[in-house]
């Protein structure tokens, strides 16, 4: 049973950077999709990247392009979420999650959606303020 893990939230002033992680335990990572999705106060919960089985594609919203970056560590079974130039609006409860189903693929054009995910992290915080 594939489980999932955040870590690396906490506060960060603007401009700063973060690195999130997401632990995986129970399968191997790298023919399954991962995408990241956040909930910022009041406000819905939005995908803003994801990574396809093997690398095969990436995505990132326009508000994260250029900042934000996706990656894997599949001797660690770890996906990570670096985080650069961070502001405000950034802050929120951000999410891990997978489609477990092999090579089942959500990156894409309109970026990952939330009923294709059916195994959730439980959050982490991200808070960026002075």
């Known amino acids: 049973q594939l489980q999932l893990v955040e870590s690396g939230g906490g506060w960060v002033q603007p401009g700063g950077s973060l690195r999130l992680s997401c632990v995986a335990s129970g399968q191997t990572l790298d023919y399954y999709s991962i995408a990241w999705f956040r909930q910022a106060p009041g406000k819905e919960r939005e995908g803003i990247t994801c990574?396809?089985?093997?690398?095969?594609?990436?995505y990132y919203t326009d508000s994260v392009k250029g900042r934000f970056i996706i990656s894997r560590d599949n001797a660690k079974n770890v996906i990570n979420l670096q985080m650069n130039s961070l502001k405000p609006e950034d802050t929120a409860v951000y999410f891990c999650?997978?489609?477990?189903?092999?090579?089942?693929?959500?990156?894409?054009?309109?970026?990952?959606?939330?009923?294709?995910?059916?195994?959730w992290g439980k959050g982490t915080l991200v808070n960026v303020s002075s």
């Open positions: 990574i396809d089985d093997r690398d095969h594609s990436t």
């Open positions: 999650a997978a489609r477990a189903e092999l090579l089942f693929r959500v990156c894409v054009t309109e970026g990952p959606r939330e009923n294709d995910m059916d195994v």
